[in-house]
């Protein structure tokens, strides 16, 4: 059973970097089946993809979002690490990390997903 669990501070000042790490169980970073996604939900709103990474560990971005965000991977302890520069209050929502499977056929499917984690970007 694939787990994900997202983690870090539930509170960042404006102009500051938001820093999450996702732990995965049950399943592998370096595997080509899968990639790894960050989405994000402000309140009020539908879902945001924020981007992705792949086994190759070549990220890929949002085009709202490129120029301040940053994934990575630690395949030592099969984590994922997102980082978003210069937050404003509109960065404010609720956080997920999730797995991507590519070997549906259908196109991409996020299958499993972390519970979610709140981030508030608030002085």
């Known amino acids: 059973q694939v787990q994900l669990q997202e983690s870090g501070p539930g509170l960042v000042k404006p102009s500051q970097t938001l820093s999450l790490t996702c732990t995965v169980s049950g399943g592998s970073l370096t595997t080509s089946d899968y990639c790894w996604s960050w989405i994000r939900q402000p309140p009020g709103k539908g879902l945001e993809w924020i981007g992705n990474?792949?086994?190759?560990?070549?990220?890929y971005y949002s085009p709202p979002l490129k120029s301040r965000a940053s994934i990575s991977t630690d395949t030592s302890k099969n984590q994922f690490t997102l980082r978003l520069s210069r937050v404003t209050p509109e960065d404010t929502a609720v956080y997920y990390c999730?797995?991507?499977?590519?070997?549906?056929?259908?196109?991409?499917?996020?299958?499993?997903w972390g519970q979610g984690t709140q981030v508030t970007v608030s002085s």
């Open positions: 990474i792949g086994y190759s560990g070549n990220p």
């Open positions: 999730v797995r991507e499977d590519l070997t549906s056929g259908w196109g991409p499917v996020f299958d499993y």
